[in-house]
C-alpha cells in the first residue's frame, strides 16, 4: 500500500509541475497574442512527455492550403491500397469541374505560388512528383490534380476515419461558384495536430507512407513562420497557408536529440499577413524555448 501511495503522490507532483509549466508557457504566448489583432488558435503537444497547450483549438477557421496535407494522405493511401502507383503518371490539365454545378473552371496562373507546371500542360507528370509540388511549394495545380484523382469525399472519409470531424476538404482550389456558396475547406488547430501526430508517430497510411511523407513536408520551401527563428539543426516537417488577412502553419518539429512536437498556429482577421506571419514566428520560438529550457 505504500509503494501504491508514493507511486500515486508521485504522479500528482508530477501533473501539478505540468500544470504549473504549462501556465507559465501560456502567459509567455499570450503576451504575444495581446499586442496582436485577430484571432489565433494553438495546439502544441510534446511527444514524449505528453505536455500539450491548447488555445481555441476547436474554432473554424478557412484552412487554406493547410488542406493539402489531408489530400497528401489520401494519396498515399489509395497508392497503399493498390490503386495506383505515385510513380504513376498524369496528364496536366487547367480544367476542373465546380462541386456546385459541374461547369468547368481554370485557375489562373497569376494566383498560383508555383508556375512551373502551367507550361507543361497537355504532357505528363508523376503523382509523386505533383504531391511533392503541393506540398513544398503549394502548388494548387497540382493540388486539383490531385483531389480530381482520389475524390474529395475520399478525403472526408479518411478524415472521419481518423475521428476527425471539423476538417473538411469539399472543393479544390478557386472553385468560385463553391466560394460564393459557401463552401470553403474549413478546419481546426486541433485536427490539424492530430493529423500530424498520426505521421510523425508512422501510423499515417503505413510506416513507410509516413517517412515518406515526413520528408516531403521537411522540404517545404515557405520558412518565414515556425521554423523562422529556430536553431539550424532543428528540423520542421510542415505546411503553411495563406489567404488575405489569413496566415497558418502546422507541423512536427524535430530536435537534435531526438525529441519531437506537434505545433498547429492559426490565424484569421489579421490587421495583415505580414503581422500573422511575425505572430506566428514568435510564438514558435516561444515553445521551442519552452520545449529545450
Known sequence: ??????????????????????????????????????????????????????????ENFHAASTMKTPVMIEVFKQSHEGKFSLDDSIELKNEFKSIIDGSNYSLDISDDSEDG?????????TIRNLVFKMITVSSNLATNILIGKVGPDNVMKTMKEMDLKDIQVLRGVEDGKAFEAGKNNPTT????????????????????????????????????????????????????????????????????????????ILSKNLSSNKDGIKTIADISKIIYDFVVE
Open 189 to 264: 488547430a486541433y485536427d490539424l495536430s492530430v493529423i500530424y501526430e498520426y505521421i510523425a508517430r508512422n501510423k499515417s497510411v503505413s510506416s513507410s507512407a509516413s517517412e515518406e511523407m515526413i520528408d516531403i513536408l521537411r522540404a517545404q520551401k515557405f520558412k518565414n513562420m515556425i521554423p523562422a527563428q529556430l536553431p539550424a539543426d532543428v528540423k520542421v516537417a510542415h505546411k503553411t497557408g495563406s489567404i488575405t488577412n489569413v496566415q497558418h502553419d502546422s507541423g512536427i518539429i524535430f530536435l537534435p536529440d531526438g525529441r519531437k512536437y506537434i505545433l498547429v
Open 117 to 125: 507546371l502551367y507550361a507543361s500542360l497537355g504532357k505528363k507528370e
Open 1 to 58: 500500500m505504500k509503494i501504491i501511495f508514493l507511486i500515486l503522490l508521485m504522479m500528482a507532483i508530477a501533473i501539478g509541475k505540468d500544470k504549473k509549466e504549462i501556465t507559465v508557457l501560456k502567459q509567455r504566448i499570450d503576451s504575444v497574442l495581446n499586442g496582436s489583432k485577430g484571432t489565433y488558435a494553438i495546439a502544441f503537444k510534446d511527444l514524449r512527455s505528453g505536455m500539450r497547450l491548447y488555445v481555441n483549438e476547436r
